[in-house]
């Protein structure tokens, strides 16, 4: 099986590696509509290859490689848009452009994210914001909502859990912030790997008056069956989902800071 050393030795490099498109043209796994998890209302949900990070959790290793996903131009993709734009308008949703991660193809997502505002379309950026610096002005002014994940507090915690550094994520929080960006902050609640990072996150974000909501998502390990597919291994495969009493008390931490958990 490859080795999780290996995995991101690789994902360092294709970081490393200028966009392979321009804003015309760039690598998506897939899309799909959904409700309620991507943003307010119904949503239309780009999901593009590629991402810098190796979560121990993630559920989503067949988006971790550009070359694993297909060439799609924006016009394709506002062709598809067009299909149910009325239907995610009536429904008080929009465009979210996730991933993998978008802003390891900025030119692609900025263009994207452009032309749904152009036609009105509630906007919306997922992202672990560790490419945050990657993001243009231009394209966080078309940008009506990030959900910025915020894996963990201490840096060694980060480190382990990613394979990245927690501080560029900081750093795009606190720019989203200075420039009144909408965020709702996403948290995995991952028992004894993430659960004791909650308050330094949540003493963090009080700080940042751009954010309306912080979603605590309980770990689960639907996705295994992914990595067996791929021929990995899945780092948690050991770990129980949280029980509901300690997703309780994570979300008093984030409310004891004047934070709305849900």
């Known amino acids: 099986m ?3 050393d290996e995995v ?11 966009e392979a498109s321009g804003a015309g043209t760039g690598a998506v796994h897939s899309w799909d509509l959904s409700t309620g998890v991507d943003g307010p209302g119904t949503r ?8 810098p990070l190796r979560c121990l959790y993630c559920q989503n290793p067949e988006t971790w490689r550009m070359r694993d996903s297909r060439r ?18 009536v429904a008080g949703g929009g465009v979210t452009v996730s991933g993998g991660e978008p ?28 490419l945050g610096d990657r993001a243009s002005e231009a394209l966080l002014a078309d940008t009506d909502l990030v959900l910025l994940d915020i894996k963990a507090w201490n840096p060694r915690t980060y480190r ?7 501080s560029p994520t900081l750093r795009f929080a606190r720019r989203l912030a200075d420039l009144g960006v909408p965020a709702w902050v996403r948290f995995v609640l991952v028992p004894d790997v993430t659960e004791h990072e ?21 770990f689960h390990r ?15 495969a050991g770990t129980r989902p949280p029980d509901p009493d300690l997703v309780e008390r994570v979300h008093a931490v984030f409310r004891a800071h004047g934070l709305r958990p849900r």
Do not use: W
Request: a negative charge; hydrophobic letters at 45%; charged letters at 20%.
């Open 2 to 4: 490859t080795t999780r």
């Open 8 to 18: 991101l030795r690789e994902a360092a490099a294709e970081c490393r590696a200028p």
């Open 44 to 51: 239309f949900v780009v999901f593009t290859g590629g991402c």
């Open 72 to 89: 799609v131009t924006v016009d394709e993709l506002m062709t598809e848009i067009e299909k149910y734009r009325r239907f995610i308008s």
């Open 103 to 130: 802003l390891l193809q900025p030119a692609f997502t900025g263009e994207l994210l452009h032309r749904c505002h152009e036609l009105g379309l509630h906007t919306a950026l997922d992202t672990s914001g560790f």
């Open 160 to 166: 382990a859990l990613t394979g990245g550094e927690v």
């Open 198 to 218: 909650a308050d330094g996150i949540a003493s963090f974000v009080a700080t940042l008056p751009n954010v309306e909501y912080v979603d605590v998502l309980p």
């Open 222 to 236: 639907l996705g295994a069956a992914k990595y067996e597919s791929l021929g990995l291994p899945f780092p948690l």
